[in-house]
């Protein structure tokens, strides 16, 4: 069965402190790896799309690494406004995506 | 990026109505997605809304309760039937862009049932 598991479900940062977020995956066929940035109320904001172990993408503070098990959000020097909850999906056969849990970043100045 | 618009943002609900979420996008979209999300919970794919046939169905989703139109590739439409409090969610459209590389969601509709 497809799953994925996020972890820490929440995460406390003091501005400046950088760290990562953990999203692990099993699925048949990976088609890729997406990151969502979701504020509350909002719709989830597209960030990243991953394909093959290996590759990296960054954006801004943001930076997606992806292995065949596994997927890394690091976070440099956080800043309050990057306080939101980050979601990580995998995309198998027919388009659909299916979501981890999620984690739930608080950065305080 | 597609753009995603749906109606309404919000809407508060007697228990035993229907409401029907629209979803509109600023350009031609294979393939369109329903997904719920539930307070303080991920998001879980109700149904994939197929264009000229009918939509396919996710364990735990069925048509009388969720049914979907696609009309054609830029619309779509959900109606969640018969509520009832446990269907107080957020419900979210999402498309997939060209080449499976990016999928975007619109702002999501706010359901609250009483």
């Known amino acids: 069965e497809d799953q994925v598991t996020q972890s820490p479900e929440a995460l406390r940062l003091q501005e400046g402190e950088s760290s990562s977020l953990n999203c692990s995956y099993t699925?048949?066929?990976?088609?890729?790896l997406f990151w969502y940035r979701q504020d509350p109320g909002k719709g989830p904001e597209f960030l990243f799309t991953?394909?093959?172990a290996g590759e990296e993408k960054e954006k801004e503070r943001l930076k997606a690494t992806l292995t065949k098990k596994e997927s890394f959000l690091h976070i440099t020097a956080p800043k309050p406004e990057d306080s939101a909850t980050y979601l990580c999906?995998?995309?198998?056969?027919?388009?659909?995506?299916?979501f981890g849990q999620g984690t739930e970043l608080s950065v305080k100045p | 990026s597609a753009v995603i618009s749906q109606k309404p943002s919000r809407d508060i609900c007697q228990r035993g109505t229907s409401l029907t979420i629209q979803c509109q996008v600023d350009?031609?979209?294979?393939?369109m997605f329903w997904y719920r999300q539930q307070p303080g919970q991920s998001l879980t794919l109700i149904a994939t809304?197929?264009?000229?046939?009918?939509?396919?169905?996710e364990s735990g989703f069925v048509i009388d309760k969720f049914p979907i139109s696609r009309p054609n590739l830029t619309f779509s439409t959900l109606t969640v039937s018969n509520m009832s409090p446990e269907d107080s969610s957020i419900y979210l459209c999402?498309?997939?862009?060209?080449?499976?590389?990016?999928?975007?969601f619109g702002q999501g509709t706010r359901l609250t049932v009483v």
């Open positions: 999402s498309v997939v862009g060209g080449l499976n590389t990016e999928a975007f």
């Open positions: 699925v048949s066929g990976l088609r890729g």
């Open positions: 991953l394909y093959s």
């Open positions: 999906a995998v995309q198998a056969g027919g388009g659909k995506l299916i």
């Open positions: 350009s031609q979209v294979t393939m």
């Open positions: 809304a197929n264009q000229g046939s009918e939509a396919t169905y």
